[in-house]
């Protein structure tokens, strides 16, 4: 296939690069002809910089990015944040979950070009070695993790869901409703699922969050 | 992934016709399974236009007694919005049941009509899928099955649509509402929203390119018990094998969706008519015509079951 359509495709690439170049410029009716080649194909290795400028635990950050750059990896690679982790990379673990205005998401399904002024926490933004989040020194005191690999988006995760819970957002396992969520095991528990522990500390992990939300289990 | 061009798009209309312009084009909102789709190369879209900040995120009242859901309204906040979980709780209950608490913050209730399958072979560009590539087979034939489609299903696809949600919006009778690249807006009825695969199954919904959906609607609560019950490999956080959506009235009459089951979340509304007559006589109705594979057989029997659960707990 390869060794067939080696001739073919240099064509095709060099055209491809030129329509992706109209593209980039606005020209309308020049793409026209080659349409359907650059969206089936954009074979063009561009990259594509793009601005965008947030917070990132309190501080500005400007950013001339890749438009293909993650969030995680604009953390990560550009900014220098590794707290957050890659595990997966399609959403499945977890180990990458940061909390954007308010809200916990997976860093790695969004890109960093889509969160023009947004304001990020990352696990550095929470506490620092001398001064912990209490969900860190809870995290520290229960033994919450093994090779600590998915802990910054536990602890992450962990931090929104107390106030996911507190803002009465219902779950799947809340019995009725209607009423106001409650701290409990099984609600923990459930709104946890989205991150993955290979070593299999959940039930320290539930003892660490339950702790900070002040209840017994 | 490839690379693509970016813009954020400053209204419904504009983003539409920037999409029937621009080769190649694709919104993204949450970008929760197109980014997936992306990395693997099965989605490579030259530009993406970015429809987040379109104002669609509110659900308003609607003036016939329903609610109105704009397009951007995230999972999160359609299932805990007060109006839902009272009056539309099959909505809430398939959307609390279905992705993490990561994914529904950021996932769009739009974007959740348009996810693509999870078929295994859809996502592997290594293997042969008439969905991604058309013509080029389907390798879940004759594959490993077990997650996939039953009823509607043809030799060309037997994936599954993925969501929970559609689930509910099925059985409640929901209405999408788009606006074309030339201004023009049209209201589609859910049902009509996904195309079954005949032959083409790439082409997934009615939708023309650039047309962009920016609210669904719901009509006016139907009142009843409303139950969603998903089957899945784990308690949390997995594909449906089989879910039940329901809203049974005091009088044992009500609706019925499947999803799991099906290319499009599964409703047959003259097997509602069965309702009085157990689980058994609605499942047969529902699944008629099925055409199983020795790994996804046991569907069958399961939505009987699934469905016989829903109505007992119902009555209880």
Known sequence: MKDAGDGLDVSRRDLLILGRDLLVVGSVTALAAPSVVVGQGAAAELSVPSKVSFKVNGELRELELDTRTTLLDALREHL?????????????????????????????????????????????????????????????????????????????????????????????????????????????????????????????????????????? | MKSFSYERAHSPAEAAASASRIPGSKFIAGGTNLLDLMKVEVETPAHLIDVNGLALDKIEPTPDGGLRIGALVRNTDLAADQRVRRDYGLLSRALLAG??????????????LLQRTRCPYFYDTNQPCNKRLPGSGCAAIGGFSRQHAVVGVTDACIATHPSDMAVAMRALDANVETVRPDGSVRSIPIGELHRLPGNTPHLETVLVQGELITAVTLPKPVGGTHIYQKVRDRASYAFALVSVGAIVQRDGSGRVALGGVAPKPWRVEEAEAEMPHGAKAVSDRLLAGAKTTPENAFKVPLVQRTLSAVLAAARS
């Open chain 1, 80 to 217: 220098l944040l590794t707290g957050t982790k890659k595990g997966c990379d399609q959403g499945q673990c977890g180990a990458c979950t940061v909390i954007v205005d308010g809200r916990r998401i997976n860093s790695c399904l969004t890109l960093a070009v889509m969160h023009e002024g947004a304001s990020i926490t990352t696990v550095e933004g929470l506490g620092t070695p001398e001064n912990l989040h209490p969900m860190q020194a809870a995290f520290v005191k229960h033994d919450g993790y093994q090779c600590g690999y998915c802990t910054p988006g536990q602890i992450c995760s962990a931090v929104a869901v107390l106030g996911e819970i507190k803002d009465g957002i219902p779950s799947h396992v809340s019995a009725d409703l209607t009423a106001h969520p409650q701290v409990t095991a099984v609600e923990v528990r459930e709104r946890m699922s989205g991150n993955i522990c290979r070593c299999g500390a959940y039930s320290n992990i539930l003892d660490a969050i339950t702790e900070v939300a002040g209840v017994k289990v």
């Open chain 2, 99 to 112: 992705a993490s608490g990561q994914l529904r913050n950021k996932a769009t209730t739009a974007g959740n």
